[in-house]
């Protein structure tokens, strides 16, 4: 069954294609009738008119020798979705340079090397979606309230994974308006607290700080990721699209 959004054999690379965020958004594209080229650090599984890759996203070399299989194995790479990432819990003090290193180097240098990547092939087909992952940790100040429970920081969120999710909001605009008349979109979604191995200790008095009463789902995320995919999306571009229950509003 094809979604309500039709991707009919638009050619899809997603990084992170192997997490949960990932996969749900690979479902929905093939749902949708795209071809899908997948990687991630360890080949995700592939199936049908999908081709499945493994790479270190933080190495540059890497980076461009899967842009250019993909051109090569599909002929041109219509859309690229940045899903890739690593999470990282404690306190500000608490955070290691080497953390820090290890987060930015796939949450920041791993996006900024994609979207570097995909600017010249899609430049000469005059048309692209990029769509990058940010997260609603890039605008709140982090979910956690010490001054209520200083408990709650060691299992959420830290300040090293909003500030790289804050690059990649901040990469989106200025990409957005340097390829805006190239026909290419650029755009991220800012998922909330979503439900996965990544947030299985996200306290439960965070969770009651949703509007929504709950934590979303990858496929919540896969949805607007998909729209802002297709050709009808053309006139939405630089924008940081919130998911996240009415976690945060603006």
């Not at 899609?122 to 940790?137: D, E, P, Q, W």
């Not at 690059?167 to 979604?189: D, K, M, P």
């Not at 191995?197 to 496929?219: E, H, K, W, Y």
Request: aromatic share 6%.
């Amino acid at each position: 069954m094809k979604t309500r959004f039709a991707l009919d054999e638009m050619v899809m690379l997603v990084t992170g294609a192997g997490g949960m965020i990932g996969s749900a958004i690979t479902q929905r594209m093939a749902e949708g009738g795209a071809r899908l080229a997948l990687a991630d650090r360890e080949a995700p599984s592939s199936a049908g008119d999908s081709r499945s890759y493994a790479l270190d996203l933080s190495d540059a070399a890497q980076v461009r020798e899967l842009v250019d299989a993909v051109v090569h194995d599909f002929g041109r790479i219509d859309c690229l979705v940045t899903a890739a990432g690593i999470t990282s819990l404690g306190s500000f003090e608490d955070i290691s340079l080497e953390e820090w290193d290890r987060v930015h180097g796939i949450n920041l240098r791993g996006v900024f090397l994609a979207n570097q990547a995909v600017i010249a092939p899609m430049k000469a087909a005059g048309f692209g979606r990029i769509v990058n992952i940010g997260s609603v940790l890039a605008k709140n100040g982090g979910n956690p309230r010490p001054w209520i429970d200083p408990q709650e920081q060691t299992r959420a969120g830290n300040a090293a994974y909003g500030a790289a999710k804050a690059g990649v909001h901040a990469l989106t605009l200025y990409l957005a308006r340097e390829l805006a008349s190239h026909g290419i979109t650029v755009n991220a979604v800012a998922p909330g607290p979503i439900a996965s191995p990544m947030t299985n200790s996200f306290p439960t008095t965070l969770v009651q700080q949703i509007p929504a009463g709950r934590m979303g789902r990858s496929d919540e995320v896969a949805g607007m990721v998909a729209w802002l995919c297709t050709r009808e999306s053309a006139f939405v571009t630089g924008e940081i699209v919130d998911v996240n229950g009415g976690l945060w509003m603006d």
